[in-house]
């Protein structure tokens, strides 16, 4: 077998010359992104056999958004999952994943790694789609069906290598309300009690860590145990999976196989700054992808507010790389303008973690200058810094042309005080550093 010269081992040498193009993109030292690949707390997912833009995840870049897209046993409209691809991207996603579970599989992956972005996949699914049902996937499929991925360009695979008997003993002596709420997760269970046999993701991991190195594919270590309601944040499984994956991770890092680690689900807003920090010691600081965390259980239709929360929280507390949720999660497979919405929102949830991932972030020349221009009034300057100014624009516009927003009207305090004081105009110019 043809083992390539892997990225983490590549950074070990010296500085490459993509990492040093990613450093820039991150406004990064070049030399220190390398030390961070090679160390594993920055990982750059990207498939030698695809060229596209890169994103590089963890400790010092800025929190990258990632969108699921795919089709399903239900709706399978391989053009609408082309759309909401498009329109992820065209609203700020940093990487895309596939989750298609009806149709041509295969031919709807192509569609997606023909993209200009970084692109992951979870093959657990398809091999259910081929073998039938969850029960009659054995290693062999499993396997083959991983190395197609690598071989198509894949950038990142969802593994879920830490539902394992251990975690399955946990879920059984400590019974959650809601089970299982990973479909991988859930496949791996059926596959371990209807075969009486251990996870092969997990009992042949060196095996799984070779076909990863001869691709240089990056593992994203799916959370299979995370809780799916708040009633089952403390439960044992979630913590029991933490803990092998750690020593997963360790094993990849050992063998200069790129790995992140995928957590923590629903749970409460004061309990995961401790949970975001625990994985992170226990997996040698591996960069955190996570999905919300979603903060309470009572807001469908909202759900993409809730994941900002909790986002934005776990990004105050190291994680790394948010999972859009959309407002349709919990409700259906999510259209276009859910794409789009949800994606917004995890943009915006992203930029609050930078504000306060780096010493006074909050500082950076963007923030600084938005309030400068709306100490001005200047409504042209405010739109061109917001994250998502043709949005703005359409809302202060709906009530007609005016000097202040039409909330305040001839009240407005910006414009009396800036009157009190000769205070208009003085706010231009002023620069800070980023």
């Known amino acids: 077998m043809f083992l390539m010269d892997l990225l983490v081992s590549r950074c070990s040498r010296g500085v490459p010359e993509d990492v040093a193009a990613a450093a820039r993109a991150e406004g990064m030292d070049p030399a220190r992104m390398a030390r961070l690949v090679a160390a594993g707390r920055i990982v750059i997912p990207v498939n030698p056999n695809r060229k596209h833009q890169q994103c590089a995840i963890g400790e010092g870049c800025t929190v990258k958004v990632n969108v699921n897209v795919g089709t399903s046993g239900t709706r399978c409209d391989a053009a609408m999952e082309e759309k909401k691809a498009q329109a992820a ?51 062999d499929l499993l396997f083959k069906i991983i190395r ?55 009992a042949e991991y060196d095996y799984l860590l070779e076909i990863l190195a001869e691709y240089d594919v990056t593992v994203s270590l799916g959370d299979g145990m995370r809780p799916g309601c708040l009633q089952d944040a403390e439960k044992l499984a979630k913590s029991v999976e933490y803990i092998t994956l750690g020593t997963l991770a360790k094993q990849a890092q050992a063998k200069s196989v790129q790995r992140m680690i995928e957590g923590p689900g629903h749970m409460p807003l004061d309990q995961i700054g401790y949970n975001v920090r625990m994985i992170k010691e226990i997996t040698d600081h591996a960069p955190l992808y996570l999905l919300g965390p979603l903060v309470t259980d009572i807001a469908p239709g909202y759900d993409h507010v809730v994941a900002a929360i909790g986002g934005a929280t ?27 919405e949800g994606t917004r929102v995890a943009k915006i949830a992203a930029h609050v973690g930078d504000t306060v991932r780096k010493h006074e972030g909050w500082r950076m020349d963007r923030e600084v200058q938005m309030a400068e221009a709306r100490h001005e009034l200047d409504w042209d ?32 305090a910006v414009k009396m005080v800036n009157e009190l004081f000769g205070t208009a105009g003085k706010g231009k110019g002023k620069k800070t550093g980023k």
């Open 89 to 139: 991207l065209d609203n700020g996603a940093d990487a895309l994943m596939d989750l298609s579970t009806g149709g041509d599989l295969v031919a709807i992956r192509k569609k997606m790694l023909a993209l200009d972005t970084t692109v992951g996949t979870v093959p657990v699914y398809e091999a259910v789609r081929r073998a039938g049902n969850a029960a009659d996937v054995d290693a």
């Open 148 to 202: 197609e991925h690598c071989q198509q360009g894949v950038d990142f695979l969802t593994l879920h290598c830490g539902v394992n008997r251990q975690a399955l003993a946990a879920l059984r002596s400590d019974p959650r309300l809601m089970g299982v709420v990973s479909r991988g997760g859930s496949f791996h269970c059926a596959m371990m009690m209807q075969r009486d046999e251990e996870n092969p993701l997990y």
């Open 314 to 340: 776990a990004c105050l507390n190291g994680a790394d790389f948010l999972c859009m949720v959309s407002p349709s999660e919990h409700l259906a497979l999510p259209d276009v303008a859910d794409i789009i």
């Open 381 to 412: 300057e405010q739109f061109r810094l917001a994250l998502y100014g043709d949005h703005a624009r359409k809302i202060h516009e709906r009530d007609g042309e005016t000097e202040t927003c039409s909330m305040c009207g001839d009240l407005c």
